[in-house]
Nanobody
Framework: QVQLVESGGGLVPAGGSLRLSCSASGLPSSSYAMSWFRQAPGKEREFVAAVSWSTGSIFYADSVKGRVTISRDNAKNTVYLQMNSLKPEDTAVYFC????????????????????WGQGTQVTVSS
């Protein structure tokens, strides 16, 4: 049984930083990707960042590039999302997602491609 558990959300002032964590267990193979998505009220879920567990390749949405860093700890099966220079428009529920990807397959930015999801963690950035 696959479980993804996020933590690290909270309330921060604009310009502040947060680090989100997503701990995974039960993933069926070593060829997978873990990604972060976010969903603001009334908006669709959008891609933030992804890391391929096979190759270590990293991908970012243009909207967060330069402010966000995704990283992983292989030994802990954990992915992190370091967010700096936060803006009020970053306010959303942040979700961790995972699914199997072929070795050189680029992680998808489409939420429907992912089978496994965490429960989400709220990030609120005050102006």
């Amino acid at each position: 049984q696959v479980q993804l558990v996020e933590s690290g959300g909270g309330l921060v002032p604009a310009g502040g930083s947060l680090r989100l964590s997503c701990s995974a267990s039960g993933l069926p193979s070593s060829s997978y990707a873990m990604s972060w998505f976010r969903q603001a009220p009334g908006k669709e879920r959008e891609f933030v960042a992804a890391v391929s567990w096979s190759t270590g390749s990293i991908f970012y949405a243009d909207s967060v590039k330069g402010r966000v860093t995704i990283s992983r700890d292989n030994a802990k099966n954990t992915v992190y999302l370091q967010m700096n220079s936060l803006k009020p428009e970053d306010t959303a529920v942040y979700f961790c997602a995972a699914d199997r990807f072929a070795y050189f397959e680029r992680p998808s930015p489409t939420s429907s491609r992912y089978k496994y999801w965490g429960q989400g963690t709220q990030v609120t950035v005050s102006s």
